[in-house]
């Protein structure tokens, strides 16, 4: 596509239920990064994603927290249980290489009440 | 990991007037980005620069790598200039380090 796309735009759950975030990165990009922007405050990372392995999940909050990639493309994003501080922006980003630009989609407000 | 430090953490303008942001790095970086955070939260691309200047119209950008630092100039600042001005740099394994950002408001 012809960038960053992230689903659904908005979504408010209950507490306790599960989610599912979806990120389309920009076809041909390797690398996948989800963040988390809470209310005010600054971009959290959560997982980087290569292909379809996460050499880096060391920023999954707790075990509620899961991403997968296929097809080295879609990834999905799925918090369990959720809770209200789980409530943010959701970001995704994807690019190229290593020593390229990353670009994000429009993010997913999740409101868990 | 790398730490990515902005200042000023907040800035006031009149329109028109102009303005620089910086971004420090800990340890030296190979690519360098600045984004824009519109106040609909959406991140946009200012510049991917990991050394030297770059320019695109009102905006320019420095990153001086062996010295861990970048700037970003804003020149005859508008009113739609305001939001979160955030630089980030690849740490460890190639994850992206956001600084705190700088939340810039311009008056008209």
């Known amino acids: 596509g012809a960038g960053v796309s992230q689903s659904p735009s908005n979504k408010v759950t209950e507490k306790g239920k599960d989610v599912e975030l979806r990120c389309d990165p920009i076809?041909?990009?390797?690398?996948l990064y989800w963040y988390r922007q809470r209310l005010g405050q600054g971009l959290e990372f959560l997982i980087y994603?290569?292909?379809?392995?996460?050499?880096?999940k060391s920023g999954l909050p707790s075990d509620r927290f899961s991403a997968e990639r296929t097809g080295e493309s879609v990834s999905t994003l799925t918090i369990q249980r959720t809770q209200q501080e789980d409530s943010a922006v959701y970001l995704c980003?994807?690019?190229?290489?290593?020593?390229?630009?990353?670009?994000f989609g429009q993010g997913t407000r999740l409101t868990v009440v | 990991g790398i730490q990515v430090e902005q200042s000023p953490p907040d800035l006031i303008l009149q329109e028109g007037a102009n303005s620089t942001l910086r971004c420090n790095f800990s340890?030296?970086?190979?690519?360098l980005q600045w984004f824009h955070q519109n106040p609909w939260g959406q991140l946009i691309n200012l510049f991917y620069?990991?050394?030297g200047t770059k320019q695109n119209g009102r905006l320019s950008a420095t990153t001086v790598a062996t010295e861990r630092y970048s700037l970003l100039y804003i020149s005859s600042s508008q009113t739609t200039d305001s939001g979160v001005y955030f630089c980030?740099?690849?740490?460890?394994?190639?994850?992206?380090?956001f600084g705190t950002g700088t939340l810039l408001a311009v008056q008209p």
């Open positions: 620069i990991p050394s």
């Open positions: 994603f290569q292909g379809n392995s996460a050499p880096d």
């Open positions: 980030a740099g690849p740490g460890a394994t190639n994850k992206l380090i």
């Open positions: 076809s041909g990009h390797t690398a």
């Open positions: 980003a994807s690019k190229v290489g290593a020593n390229t630009e990353a670009f």
């Open positions: 340890d030296s970086v190979n690519n």
